[in-house]
């Protein structure tokens, strides 16, 4: 199996790793924070759907673009302003990470050498930066799981 095949798999996987992580959090617990600091579940979605958008964009332009420069993609809490439940926001993610999974699937191999400058990690080809969506995937299931855990009350 070709490392491409495995990243799109991992690309694929992780919104329903998402949906398994939050079927046990109801929308009022999805929504809390648990300080001031803190981002809640529905939080962590929400960021996941905008960067999805940017993901997009960015390997869109590295496939037309000639070397294209990256700016490091870190979107603000503060657009965190969507009040769809949870459920609904994990449905427009699985849409947008299908378009996503669809759209690397049919390039052709030679395309994810294509290369581009990122901000912070200089150049960089296709191949990497599909692999850096999933790193920040999982850092944000991670997340999701801790969270996750400290809403979910323990049975005594």
Do not use: C
């Amino acid at each position: 199996m070709s490392k491409r095949i495995v990243l799109l798999q991992a690309l694929a996987a992780i919104p329903g790793e998402v949906a398994a992580i939050l079927k046990m959090v109801d929308d009022e617990a999805g929504w809390r924070h648990t300080d001031a600091d803190s981002w809640s579940l529905a939080d962590v979605v929400q960021h996941l759907l905008l960067v999805e958008g940017q993901f997009q964009q960015r390997l869109q332009r590295v496939m037309t673009e000639e070397r294209p420069f990256l700016p490091y993609i870190h979107p603000s809490p503060s657009e965190h302003t969507r009040t769809e439940s949870l459920a609904d926001l994990v449905a427009e993610f699985t849409q947008l990470r299908e378009q996503t999974v669809a759209y690397l699937t049919s390039l052709k191999a030679k395309n994810w050498e294509k290369t581009a400058v990122h901000e912070t990690e200089g150049p960089v080809t296709f191949h990497f930066l599909v692999q850096m969506i999933i790193d920040h995937d999982n850092d944000h299931l991670s997340q999701l799981q801790t969270l996750s855990q400290s809403l979910i009350p323990n049975p005594q």
